[in-house]
């Protein structure tokens, strides 16, 4: 089985920073891709960060410029740092890792239970 745990999030006013991490544990062999969904009241879950396991980066169109992901494969680990968040990043934030179990597996993906972070204004 695998586990991920993320950090708490927290609360903070409009403009203001947060930093999110996220351990993945457990029957590993490989990570693949590891990242961040969000999702708000009444929203759809999306996409806000996303790392390979070279280290290539994807952002949602509204996190360019604000956040930066960053893992650190030794430690099954990836990190969301949060900058001039607004009122509009509220939600709850998801991590995200595609596993493999075993060298012959294919990967399968596992989500953590999600962490809460408010932005006021």
């Known amino acids: 089985q695998v586990h991920l745990v993320e950090s708490a999030g927290g609360f903070v006013q409009a403009g203001g920073s947060l930093r999110v991490s996220c351990v993945a544990s457990?029957?590993?062999?490989?990570?693949?891709?590891m990242g961040w969904y969000r999702q708000a009241p009444g929203k759809q879950r999306e996409m806000v960060a996303l790392?390979?396991?070279?280290?290539?980066?994807n952002y949602g169109d509204s996190m360019k410029g604000r956040f930066t992901i960053s893992r650190d494969n030794a430690k099954n680990t990836v990190v969301l740092q949060m900058n001039n968040l607004s009122t509009e990043d509220t939600a709850v934030y998801y991590c995200?890792?595609?596993?493999?179990?075993?060298?012959?597996?294919?990967?399968?993906?596992?989500w953590g239970r999600g962490t809460q972070v408010t932005v006021s204004s």
């Open positions: 457990g029957s590993i062999a490989s990570i693949g891709t």
């Open positions: 995200f890792c595609n596993v493999r179990q075993r060298a012959t597996d294919n990967f399968t993906g596992y």
């Open positions: 790392t390979a396991s070279n280290g290539d980066t």
